[in-house]
């Protein structure tokens, strides 16, 4: 299941592997990266929810922001490798 999940956000991943040289993981790095950004998520679904009917679309731009930031950083923190987690950290 992981490795077709990593074929289908292939791009998103690729970005963040795709470097050269040595780099620094933790374990730790990946527990709070998942951590930050399920917090991103969830705050994404309370801008939702509080977002009043018939409003301004600038009040979706929170939506976006914390769903693309949420997004990027629950693929990498489940489906990365070491090498991505530490790319996101700039732990090199």
Same mark, same amino acid.
């Given at each position: ?7 289908? @956000? ?5 970005? @963040?592997?795709? %470097?050269?040289?040595? /780099?620094?993981?933790?374990? !730790? ?5 998942? /951590?930050?950004?399920?917090? /991103?998520?969830? $705050? ?5 929810? $509080?977002?009043?009917?018939?409003? %301004? ?8 922001? /914390?769903?693309? !930031? ?11 490798? %070491? ?10």
């Amino acid at each position: 299941m992981k490795q077709a999940l990593r074929k289908v @956000f292939k791009p998103v991943l690729d970005i @963040f592997e795709n %470097d050269e040289g040595p /780099f620094e993981y933790k374990a !730790l790095n990946r527990k709070i990266l998942v /951590f930050i950004s399920s917090i /991103f998520f969830f $705050l994404m679904l309370l801008v939702i929810y $509080l977002i009043p009917e018939n409003s %301004d679309p600038g009040y979706y731009i929170p939506v976006v922001v /914390f769903g693309c !930031l949420s997004s990027v950083g629950l693929i990498v923190g489940l489906l990365g490798t %070491d090498k991505a987690v530490a790319k996101i950290w700039n732990n090199r």
